[in-house]
């Protein structure tokens, strides 16, 4: 499921409504209308297009009364600000994904004895013990709630340096010019290669990367562009 | 705004449209309706309600013509899961914002003087320079994609944790039983603060209250609950 299809789920409030009640339990047609106050067609056809999504799926019960449920764990995240509208939907990561790789960030849980400076690999708490297993959760949960403030705190930041980044340039074209700074700073490219990543046609970039070069803040060798070394 | 609110706005494709263009510059009204494809007036309503949500804003050139752009930072994240419906928006964290108070997360920035094992305080890129400027742009934008992997990998360990802790609980109750056992490991609480915690009335977790200070799972003093020590 990509964002725009999530987000056009989530932009009804009776859909809204109808996870939140399946993610506190199961639910028939009729527990879910008479919740809502909505009728039970209404609530048939949101419960198709949750379906459809993949959000939500049905079983029978003994009775063969078929209930609902959530079926899928999804996670959105959008940012608005003056230089991004971003949306990125993502399914969860197993937890055997290694995060070693990240190079900004360190994790460190008490309960996962793999826990390294490095990062976390795969914090297993194997144990069937309900204390232990209760202040895992807490942990993670925590660890959520820091993950998020710190995102908040990575994009105001984001938007000062983008904001100072640009009155620096001061040109006309102070927002190309940050994009193909950006571009360059990624990893060496060509102009074919840079016209791609800020989304210009190659002529429109030529003479601006010609000038970040003639500034010493670009490099050229062969055709490839790269941002200069610090002084 | 809530998050509610901010479904809303983004439930409509032409809406999110609308902001993906703004974000690459500010434009005037018809400009977007070329754009789109979409009459003057559709697009006149759209913006109103982006106005009124505070996400865009309109100024007048010299010739007073109006032109709107992104007037604000927003920030959303919906988590959806079997046992979650979660959705949270806030404005970005300044950078003045204490990161060293999180328990769980370290982040180290290479260009932030300020950065220590235990956090980020305020990473200041005050020089002019625009070869540092782009660096430590590009290294807060590789930090938020660690932090958006990083989320997801916690969002799984959740999940996973829950269904452990729900099977090695089994009982009818074992949903209520998890959320009780996570409000008591938040802080010690009497049934009153427990009952609204886990959203059940005081006379419905009473009794598996009982169940969890017998089997030594939780203590109680005074009529406060708290969970037991760990072996």
């Not at 932009?11 to 909505?38: H, K, M, Q, W």
């Not at 995240?77 to 230089?83: A, D, F, G, L, R």
């Not at 490095?118 to 144990?127: L, N, P, R």
């Not at 820091?146 to 006309?172: I, K, M, N």
Request: proline share 4%; glycine share 4%; with cysteine.
């Amino acid at each position: 499921m990509d964002s725009a299809e999530f987000l056009d789920i989530l932009g009804n409030a009776n859909r809204r409504r109808i996870l939140r009640l399946l993610a506190e339990r199961p639910c028939y047609v009729t527990e879910i209308s008479d919740f809502l106050g909505v009728s039970p067609k209404a609530v048939i056809d949101h419960l198709e297009k949750l379906e459809a999504a993949g959000l939500v799926e049905s079983r029978t019960d003994k009775k063969r009364r078929k209930y609902f449920s959530i079926a899928r764990h999804v996670r959105l995240e959008v940012t608005v600000s003056p230089y991004e509208f971003g949306t990125k939907s993502a399914y969860p990561a197993s937890s055997r994904l290694d995060l070693t790789s990240c190079r900004q960030l360190s994790i460190e849980l008490e309960h996962d004895p793999d826990a390294t400076d490095s990062g976390v690999t795969a914090s297993d708490v194997e144990a069937d013990d309900v204390v232990s297993l209760t202040q895992a959760l807490r942990d993670v949960q925590q660890l959520e709630n820091e993950l998020s403030l710190a995102q908040r705190w990575a994009q105001g930041r984001l938007t000062e340096l983008r904001e100072h980044l640009e009155s620096v340039l001061d040109d006309d074209q102070s927002r190309l010019l940050a994009n193909l700074l950006l571009a360059l700073a990624d990893e060496p490219a060509d102009i074919e290669e840079l016209s791609r990543d800020v989304g210009a046609p190659p002529d429109v970039i030529e003479e601006p990367l010609s000038e970040l070069v003639a500034e010493g803040i670009a490099e050229e060798n062969g055709g490839t562009y790269r941002l200069a070394d610090e002084e």
